[in-house]
């Protein structure tokens, strides 16, 4: 069975800085792309950050810049590196994986930036 369980999000003001972590088991984990997608509300869910196997990544482009993400395949991490937050990353965040034709998401963390 698939388990992603992502932690980390929190209650910051504009300008900070958050990491957020995915931890994966019932996959090898090494072997799959993983992404990060986040879902404000009222507003449908979006890829922020893709990064392959061999730790190549893509961002979209409101994140370029401020957002690094990045895995460890030993302890099955994928991170979300979060700096100069704004208002507008406010968001529900989840880390997906697709894994024998199909997706897997976690539960999502809540990130709120507000002054």
């Known amino acids: 069975q698939v388990h992603l369980v992502e932690s980390g999000g929190a209650l910051v003001q504009p300008g900070e800085s958050l990491t957020l972590s995915c931890k994966a088991s019932?996959?090898?984990?090494?072997?799959?792309?993983m992404d990060w997608y986040r879902q404000a509300p009222g507003k449908e869910r979006e890829l922020v950050a893709h990064i392959t196997t061999d730790h190549s990544a893509n961002y979209i482009d409101s994140v370029k810049g401020r957002f690094t993400i990045s895995r460890d395949n030993i302890r099955r991490v994928l991170k979300l590196q979060m700096d100069s937050l704004r208002p507008e990353d406010t968001a529900v965040y989840y880390c997906?994986?697709?894994?024998?034709?199909?997706?897997?998401w976690g539960q999502g963390t809540q990130v709120t930036v507000s002054s």
């Open positions: 997906t994986t697709k894994y024998r034709g199909r997706d897997y």
């Open positions: 019932g996959i090898n984990f090494r072997l799959f792309a």
